[in-house]
């Protein structure tokens, strides 16, 4: 990636506007061929409008786009696709219920006459995949595969396309380390041949890791672009969200949590051999007011499960949970409310947000359904609620009026949040409250946590991020291979680094109950 | 943007915008084309004219339309609606023909009791297969509307029940307030599921089940109970729909009473604005809807159009309503007033610029 170089994509002067907001304004973006390009800010600051700008899923006001020399005005999609651009979206947006071949091929399938070859489909399918080290079957099913292997076959499929650029929105934000290892190695193999790639991800590691440049967005304006080893993380930061770095310190240092001396009376939450067939073992927990247990294992290893079960979400088929020493049975999440728990599932997509309904009614939803259908919450007494939570979570924009569905990730995140605290219940699971979510609501999102358990909330938290479950959590259970395991007291010598190898751990024989 | 513009914008962006003029179109015209078919005459202290029967026509559907609008809101859809209607009639005109005093109003009140009585049975239950069982919508209320038929059937005996009772017969010929009987019923049955359904959280967590089910289960709607109560209050108005449909003639006919009204009822909802994926819901679109459904039956009558093109004239209405209303088309337009207004901006400030 040398300046020699012309750059594949210039777009210059950028504007787009949506009713009441200015999403892009004078934007300048340019990618060069084989070079990694991340694209950085915080949720709304336009990155995903750029993105579907040069995709042509949006038209800009404003602003010119040239791709390979040409002034380009995509009025669709596919025209972007003609033009060399393909995209591999957070959620992959490919056809679940048919074969990986034909989704790889799509579009592009070898015919002999007016019919398909299956057959040489399949093979095609094969050698696609097999550039990309992808060794699957390509007459499964695309759902059967994990989401990162459904990624790479997103990612073979633009190379079906011969695309000069890639885009990649959020491509390992659900992935394990080891299959954001084999992604990565695709991309730099995609880079060698010249690809030039826009990559945009909220892990600053993976961003430092895989990225030649960037460019920073914030609120719908450039920041600027800069070569990824010149700008170090902290700059990168404040950049982004437009704060001087000792302050995001300070937050953090008052984030810093040290176990307290151990708690007597009651235990909030106890759990007593809960468990549900297949999904996780008979466990034992116990959560004290004022307390947050953190609950790290990796994705799939039972840490959501278990969330579900204390909260009603499924129905546990063993054991009992006793709520103030006092047993009760949930038998669905609206038990949960009425007793005072709260549950913020990690799918904030598809078990969070009620898209179509607006930022004022998704808050009320919880509070609403505590009080039951007949009884409707006075005007006045949601007015009140959505007016604190907005302000006090910093909701963007301050529309209580609007579509939740047109809201940034990271404000949805708050409105969830809002939606649970509005109950202002006595137990709080949270499953990956700070997903997809950026740096600055991030650590928002954590210090609010630390504050509702100084107030005597009892939180259990759950993240893949080890580092923010070992900030804000007094102890964290490990979980593996569907089994709670042991219990840690946080302190100085807990480090991520630990709880990576304790959850590497073979359990140990009898460990479960 | 100045105030006017603005409002007519808000107007013309209104989900009844459309509706209500396809609405006044037809009536327009046929006005035209016959004149004094807008016009209400008064007789012994009762309205009448064109635009009281079309009135006195919508009831029916629309009776059957404020139900689906909530079964549909769900996500869900409820055929039966049609065969719903017959069997109510048939229970209800068979417990008059059983009876010996069927000339007294308690008895029709009775026998209006139980016909409904028997539609909620039969509403709740399609919500229990629907819910509890968790089949489909559309095949679990097939069922009852394949064998709904052959259940009013065996209630008449395989015959066509003719009964005689002036007080039920008011339900569907008589007047009030001067106004035919079966739009006084359906106006207090629009009024009692308005508030019922806005007064309340209900009409939110309809439409949050709808929306996304998982998300509503987990903020704690009771979705089973809600959309139970959807399928239940379907069946029950539809059940009052049938006694309002038949009640002028007294006569149970178990094959043709209330045949096909079901698509006529889905089309009403989506007339008015609401979409067969759930969610949102409109009430006051579902009349417009029903309003515009018999009109055009009337006007295709005004016009000499041949009945059996009847279909096709209807076809096209509904289709340039739908189009009216398609939000492929309202964002199109939308990005094209956006882009203009934007590019009129820069144009400005470029202007601006000292040379």
Same mark, same amino acid.
């Not at chain 1, 390509?138 to 633009?158: D, K, N, T, W, Y």
């Not at chain 1, 990730?409 to 219940?425: C, E, F, H, Y």
């Not at chain 2, 038929?149 to 029940?161: E, F, V």
């Not at chain 2, 041949?306 to 209303?325: E, G, R």
């Given at each position: 990636?040398?300046?020699?170089?012309?750059?594949?994509?210039?777009?210059?002067?950028? @504007?787009?506007?949506?009713?009441? #907001?200015?999403? &892009? /304004?004078?934007?300048?973006?340019? !990618?060069?061929?084989? +070079? *990694?390009?991340?694209?950085?800010?915080?949720?709304?600051?336009?990155?995903?409008?750029?993105?579907?700008?040069?995709?042509?899923?949006?038209?800009?006001?404003?602003?010119?786009?040239?791709?390979?020399?040409?002034?380009?005005?995509?009025?669709?999609?596919?025209?972007?696709?003609?033009?060399?651009?393909?995209?591999?979206?957070?959620?992959?947006?490919?056809?679940?219920?048919?074969?990986?071949?034909?989704?790889?091929?799509?579009?592009?399938?070898?015919?002999?006459?007016?019919?398909?070859?299956?057959?040489?489909?399949?093979?095609?399918?094969?050698?696609?995949?097999?550039?990309?080290?992808?060794?699957?079957?390509?007459?499964?099913?695309?759902?059967?595969?994990?989401?990162?292997?459904?990624?790479?076959?997103?990612?073979?499929?633009? @190379?079906?396309?011969?695309?000069? #650029?890639?885009? &990649? /929105?959020?491509?390992?934000?659900? !992935?394990?380390?080891? +299959? *954001?290892?084999?992604?990565?190695?695709?991309?730099?193999?995609?880079?060698?041949?010249?690809?030039?790639?826009?990559?945009?991800?909220?892990?600053?590691?993976?961003?430092?890791?895989?990225?030649?440049?960037?460019?920073?967005?914030?609120?719908?304006?450039?920041?600027?672009?800069?070569?990824?080893?010149?700008?170090?993380?902290?700059?990168?930061?404040?950049?982004?969200?437009?704060?001087?770095?000792?302050?995001?310190?300070?937050?953090?240092?008052?984030?810093?949590?040290?176990?307290?001396?151990?708690?007597?009376?009651?235990?909030?939450?106890?759990?007593?051999?809960?468990?549900?067939?297949?999904?996780?073992?008979?466990?034992?927990?116990?959560?004290?007011?004022?307390?947050?247990?953190?609950?790290?294992?990796?994705?799939?290893?039972?840490?959501?499960?278990?969330?579900?079960?204390?909260?009603?979400?499924?129905?546990?088929?063993?054991?009992?949970?006793?709520?103030?020493?006092?047993?009760?049975?949930?038998?669905?999440?609206?038990?949960?409310?009425?007793?005072?728990?709260?549950?913020?599932?990690?799918?904030?997509?598809?078990?969070?947000?009620?898209?179509?309904?607006?930022?004022?009614?998704?808050?009320?939803?919880?509070?609403?359904?505590?009080?039951?259908?007949?009884?409707?919450?006075?005007?006045?007494?949601?007015?009140?609620?959505?007016?604190?939570?907005?302000?006090?979570?910093?909701?963007?924009?301050?529309?209580?009026?609007?579509?939740?569905?047109?809201?940034?990730?990271?404000?949805?995140?708050?409105?969830?949040?809002?939606?649970?605290?509005?109950?202002?219940?006595?137990?709080?699971?949270?499953?990956?409250?700070?997903?997809?979510?950026?740096?600055?609501?991030?650590?928002?999102?954590?210090?609010?946590?630390?504050?509702?358990?100084?107030?005597?909330?009892?939180?259990?938290?759950?993240?893949?991020?080890?580092?923010?479950?070992?900030?804000?959590?007094?102890?964290?259970?490990?979980?593996?291979?569907?089994?709670?395991?042991?219990?840690?007291?946080?302190?100085?010598?807990?480090?991520?680094?630990?709880?990576?190898?304790?959850?590497?751990?073979?359990?140990?024989?009898?460990?479960?109950? | 943007?100045?105030?006017?513009?603005?409002?007519?914008?808000?107007?013309?962006?209104?989900?009844?915008?459309?509706?209500?003029?396809?609405?006044?179109?037809?009536?327009?015209?046929?006005?035209?084309?016959?004149?004094?078919?807008?016009?209400?005459?008064?007789?012994d202290g009762h309205?009448?004219?064109?635009?009281?029967?079309?009135?006195r026509?919508?009831?029916?559907?629309?009776?059957?339309?404020?139900?689906?609008?909530?079964?549909?809101?769900?996500?869900?859809?409820?055929?039966?609606?049609?065969?719903?209607?017959?069997?109510?009639l048939?229970v209800s005109l068979q417990f008059l023909d059983n009876s010996a005093t069927a000339d007294q109003p308690s008895t029709a009140v009775v026998a209006v009791l139980l016909g409904?009585?028997?539609?909620?049975?039969?509403?709740?239950?399609?919500?229990?297969?629907?819910?509890?069982?968790?089949?489909?919508?559309?095949?679990?209320?097939?069922?009852?509307?394949?064998?709904?038929?052959?259940?009013?059937?065996?209630?008449?005996?395989?015959?066509?029940t003719t009964t005689t009772s002036p007080p039920f017969k008011t339900i569907g010929s008589g007047f009030f307030l001067?106004l035919p009987m079966p739009?006084i019923i359906?106006?207090?049955?629009?009024?009692?599921?308005?508030?019922?359904?806005?007064?309340?959280?209900?009409?939110?967590?309809?439409?949050?089940?709808?929306?996304?089910?998982?998300?509503?289960?987990?903020?704690?709607?009771?979705?089973?109970?809600?959309?139970?109560?959807?399928?239940?209050?379907?069946?029950?108005?539809?059940?009052?729909?049938g006694i309002v449909y038949g009640a002028p003639t007294m006569a149970a006919?178990?094959?043709?009473?209330?045949?096909?009204?079901?698509?006529?009822?889905?089309?009403?909802?989506?007339?008015?604005?609401?979409?067969?994926?759930?969610?949102?819901?409109?009430?006051?679109?579902?009349?417009?809807?029903?309003?515009?459904?018999?009109?055009?039956?009337?006007?295709?009558?005004?016009?000499?159009?041949?009945?059996?093109?009847?279909?096709?004239?209807?076809?096209?209405?509904?289709?340039?309503?739908?189009?009216?209303?398609?939000?492929?088309?309202?964002?199109?337009?939308?990005?094209?007033?956006?882009?203009?207004?934007?590019?009129?901006?820069?144009?400005?400030?470029?202007?601006?610029?000292?040379?």
């Amino acid at each position: 990636m040398s300046q020699a170089t012309s750059p594949v994509v210039e777009m210059t002067g950028i @504007t787009i506007e949506f009713p009441g #907001v200015k999403a &892009l /304004d004078g934007v300048d973006f340019r !990618l060069f061929p084989g +070079e *990694v390009h991340a694209l950085m800010g915080e949720n709304g600051a336009g990155k995903s409008t750029l993105i579907k700008v040069l995709t042509g899923v949006y038209q800009a006001g404003a602003g010119r786009i040239v791709v390979d020399g040409v002034e380009r005005t995509f009025s669709g999609t596919d025209e972007a696709q003609e033009a060399g651009i393909s995209t591999v979206y957070q959620e992959v947006n490919l056809v679940g219920n048919l074969s990986v071949a034909e989704n790889v091929m799509l579009g592009h399938e070898p015919r002999t006459g007016p019919f398909i070859s299956w057959r040489a489909m399949r093979r095609a399918a094969r050698e696609y995949l097999a550039r990309l080290h992808v060794d699957v079957d390509p007459g499964a099913e695309l759902s059967s595969l994990s989401v990162a292997v459904q990624q790479l076959c997103a990612i073979a499929r633009a @190379t079906v396309v011969d695309a000069k #650029v890639l885009i &990649l /929105d959020e491509p390992t934000s659900s !992935l394990q380390k080891n +299959e *954001v290892d084999e992604l990565f190695a695709v991309v730099r193999e995609l880079k060698e041949r010249g690809v030039a790639i826009l990559f945009v991800s909220h892990f600053l590691d993976q961003v430092y890791e895989i990225s030649d440049r960037m460019t920073v967005l914030r609120n719908g304006r450039l920041v600027g672009e800069y070569l990824t080893p010149e700008l170090p993380r902290l700059e990168l930061v404040s950049k982004m969200i437009g704060r001087a770095e000792g302050e995001l310190g300070s937050i953090e240092a008052r984030a810093h949590r040290v176990a307290e001396s151990a708690h007597d009376g009651t235990p909030r939450v106890r759990a007593v051999g809960l468990g549900k067939h297949g999904r996780v073992e008979p466990f034992d927990l116990e959560l004290f007011p004022g307390q947050i247990v953190g609950l790290v294992g990796l994705l799939g290893s039972g840490r959501t499960e278990a969330a579900r079960l204390i909260y009603g979400a499924d129905r546990p088929d063993s054991g009992e949970l006793e709520l103030d020493g006092k047993r009760v049975r949930l038998p669905h999440p609206n038990a949960a409310l009425r007793h005072d728990v709260a549950f913020s599932s990690e799918d904030r997509k598809r078990e969070g947000i009620i898209g179509d309904l607006t930022v004022r009614e998704n808050i009320a939803l919880a509070v609403q359904t505590v009080r039951g259908v007949w009884r409707r919450v006075p005007k006045k007494e949601i007015d009140e609620i959505v007016d604190r939570f907005m302000e006090a979570l910093n909701i963007h924009p301050r529309n209580p009026a609007m579509l939740l569905k047109n809201l940034s990730g990271g404000n949805q995140q708050k409105v969830l949040l809002a939606r649970w605290l509005a109950t202002s219940p006595k137990v709080l699971v949270l499953d990956e409250p700070t997903r997809g979510i950026d740096v600055g609501a991030k650590a928002e999102v954590q210090r609010l946590v630390i504050e509702l358990a100084d107030r005597g909330m009892s939180v259990l938290f759950i993240s893949s991020e080890f580092e923010e479950v070992l900030r804000v959590s007094e102890r964290v259970r490990i979980v593996r291979d569907r089994v709670v395991a042991d219990e840690l007291v946080n302190g100085p010598e807990l480090t991520s680094q630990v709880l990576v190898e304790r959850i590497a751990q073979t359990p140990e024989k009898g460990a479960v109950a | 943007m100045t105030a006017p513009t603005e409002l007519a914008r808000r107007v013309v962006h209104h989900k009844l915008f459309w509706p209500v003029v396809a609405l006044l179109v037809l009536l327009l015209a046929a006005g035209v084309r016959s004149p004094g078919f807008l016009s209400v005459t008064v007789q012994d202290g009762h309205l009448f004219g064109q635009v009281i029967d079309i009135m006195r026509g919508a009831a029916t559907p629309l009776l059957l339309a404020l139900g689906m609008a909530l079964v549909i809101a769900t996500g869900g859809i409820d055929l039966s609606v049609g065969a719903v209607m017959a069997i109510s009639l048939a229970v209800s005109l068979q417990f008059l023909d059983n009876s010996a005093t069927a000339d007294q109003p308690s008895t029709a009140v009775v026998a209006v009791l139980l016909g409904v009585a028997v539609a909620l049975v039969l509403g709740a239950f399609n919500g229990f297969m629907v819910t509890v069982l968790g089949i489909q919508p559309f095949i679990a209320t097939m069922i009852l509307m394949v064998a709904g038929r052959g259940i009013a059937m065996l209630i008449t005996k395989g015959q066509i029940t003719t009964t005689t009772s002036p007080p039920f017969k008011t339900i569907g010929s008589g007047f009030f307030l001067g106004l035919p009987m079966p739009v006084i019923i359906a106006a207090v049955a629009f009024v009692v599921v308005v508030i019922v359904v806005r007064r309340t959280a209900l009409g939110m967590l309809l439409e949050s089940i709808g929306i996304n089910r998982e998300a509503a289960r987990l903020a704690g709607v009771r979705s089973r109970n809600v959309t139970w109560f959807a399928y239940a209050a379907s069946g029950l108005l539809a059940g009052l729909a049938g006694i309002v449909y038949g009640a002028p003639t007294m006569a149970a006919d178990a094959n043709n009473i209330g045949l096909m009204k079901e698509m006529d009822a889905i089309l009403c909802v989506v007339l008015g604005g609401t979409s067969l994926m759930g969610g949102k819901f409109y009430l006051g679109g579902t009349v417009v809807g029903a309003l515009i459904l018999t009109t055009i039956e009337r006007v295709v009558i005004i016009f000499h159009i041949p009945s059996q093109t009847t279909p096709l004239f209807k076809a096209i209405v509904i289709i340039a309503v739908c189009i009216a209303q398609s939000p492929v088309l309202l964002r199109r337009l939308d990005l094209r007033r956006l882009r203009r207004a934007s590019r009129r901006r820069a144009e400005l400030a470029s202007q601006e610029v000292p040379a």
